[in-house]
């Protein structure tokens, strides 16, 4: 289990605290388009504001690549904060983060105000954790926040290395979030434990399938990974996507699953089409007996009547990828059937990221699920057992 310091642990009053956000959103001339990172970002603040620290807030933005890009500037982040948080957010426009604007704002700050440093990204050194950066962020503040899961999976300055340089660091409520569902439930699941994966490639979700055979009592396999696995039981998948690379690791994986006693579900017909488009000739085959002309493009009703009743009976379920081409309507149908029925169990459902996110939120089942999560890539490795660096850079209780 872990079991980090968190925001509720610590008296901020009269403090200047550093928060680091995930405040990677997406912008149109220079106009925010899906601000929820930002409202989810709020109850932290909130709790600090309310406690009466001084609070300076950092993000990175895109990928500026160590120089300051005005198009990937914060500007209208604390814009639009100002406007979420009923309360002006300075921003303190300096190119370099910790320069002569941010430390003139915060040796002017009262206790409750609020600023916002410019793209953590415009400095070189931070996606290479360099020790000069992380003292000077380091230099600003009494104590650190890490509230951006997003980035957990990677050690860069404005997450892990500042830590070095501040006695007390500990994670916001959106952190505590992901650890309490991610990490520990995966850990110390209410069983029975399903897990569902989907989503292209076989190779980026080895380690999950490996760390969720050791967890699970059911693992569900769709999207495109099932093709190799289809194929390499002796099927025919015509030009669906397959990893010809992984067609004995897909054997290896059944073969390990019969000997824990993991129930290993994989698609029994699929939805295929005569080629990749919404538009295409599509018709409904048995697994494994797709021509040769024509690509799997999604899990057929038979496969998603027998996963839905896989999930009827668990107490936690967590579902990281989508069923099939969720993006063009024609295909996206054992997506959403996976999405209703996550929505009508009383389990604990968990999302992780990336695309399965994107997909629950597009269908409109996101309030039905107990937990999305906010990372795509720190969700996988969360589900891979790996440690994360911005978790284990924060204070244990």
Partial sequence: ???????????????????RCDFNVPLQNGKITDENRLVAALPTIKKLIADGGRIILCSHLGKPKGEP??????????????????????????PEVVGPNAKAAVEAMQDGDVILLENTRYRVEETKNGDAFSQELASLCD?????????????????VGVTKYVDTAVVGYLMQKEIDFLGNAVDNPKRPFVAI???????????????????????????????????????????????DDYLQYALEMIKKAEEKGVKLLLPVDSKIGDAFS??????????GEIGDDWQGLDIGPETEKIFADAVKDAKTVVWNGPMGCFEMPN?????????KALADTDAITIIGGGDSAAAVNILGYGDKMTHISTGGGASLEFLEGKELPGVAAANDK
């Fill in 143 to 159: 104590v650190f926040v890490n509230d951006a899961f997003g980035t957990a999976h990677r050690a860069h300055c404005s997450n």
């Fill in 278 to 287: 919404n538009d295409c000739n599509s018709q409904i085959v048995p697994a």
């Fill in 197 to 243: 994966l989907g989503g292209a490639k076989v190779s980026s979700k080895i380690s999950v399938i490996n760390n969720l055979l050791d967890k699970v009592d059911v693992l569900i396999i769709g999207g495109g990974m099932s093709y190799t696995f289809s194929k390499a039981q002796g099927g025919k998948i015509g030009k669906s996507l397959c990893e």
């Fill in 1 to 19: 289990m872990l079991n980090k310091k968190t925001v509720d642990d610590i008296n901020v009053k009269g403090k200047k605290v550093l928060v």
């Fill in 69 to 94: 890009k005005p198009e990937l500037s914060l500007a209208p982040v604390a814009a639009r904060l100002t406007e979420l948080l009923g309360q002006e957010v300075k921003f303190a426009a300096d």
């Fill in 331 to 339: 295909f996206a149908h054992g997506t959403e059937a996976i999405a």
